[in-house]
């Protein structure tokens, strides 16, 4: 396949590529440093959630985190591989089983929040807390959460 040149600065200029480079940057950054905690981008997001909402279904973590059931589910299988995570039968429903951590999974979910901070202030390190909130608010914006 032949690469086309782009006239200069149409991808500079597109929303969608500054993101999309940001947030591989990001990514980078966070698995490596996550990697250096024992564990991976993949339970990640899901182990943070639990720490602050524990004891629900996959299904439930799923719908939070806007994950498909099969993704969920397998990162529910990691959690619970590696020690962070339970499950346990719902009092109210014999069908259902409930995701807690276990007192490793808490201990590993409060060593992390200092690893997000420093990949978020590594990605906003050349603006000032000013532009830092303004950024914040427009993507909120952006996405529909602000």
């Known amino acids: 396949m032949t690469q086309v040149p782009e006239p200069n600065g149409i991808r500079e200029s597109s929303f969608g590529f ?13 698995k490596e440093r996550l990697k250096e905690h024992g564990v991976d981008l993949k339970i990640f997001a899901n182990l943070m959630f639990l720490s602050a909402k524990d004891g629900i279904t996959q299904r439930e973590i799923g719908n939070e985190l806007n994950f498909p059931d099969y993704y969920t589910s397998r990162n529910v299988d990691a959690l619970i591989q590696e020690g962070f995570a339970e499950r346990r039968p719902d009092p109210k429903s014999r069908r259902t089983t409930l995701i807690f951590l276990t007192p490793k999974g808490r ?3 409060a060593e992390l929040p200092k ?16 532009e830092r909130n303004q950024v914040m608010h427009l993507l909120k914006k952006a996405a529909g959460m602000g």
Do not use: F, G
């Open 107 to 109: 201990k590993k979910a």
């Open 115 to 130: 690893v997000i901070w420093a990949s978020n202030e590594k990605s906003l390190a050349r603006l000032s807390a000013n």
């Open 18 to 30: 500054l993101i999309q480079t940001l947030a591989r940057r990001i990514d980078a950054d966070m």
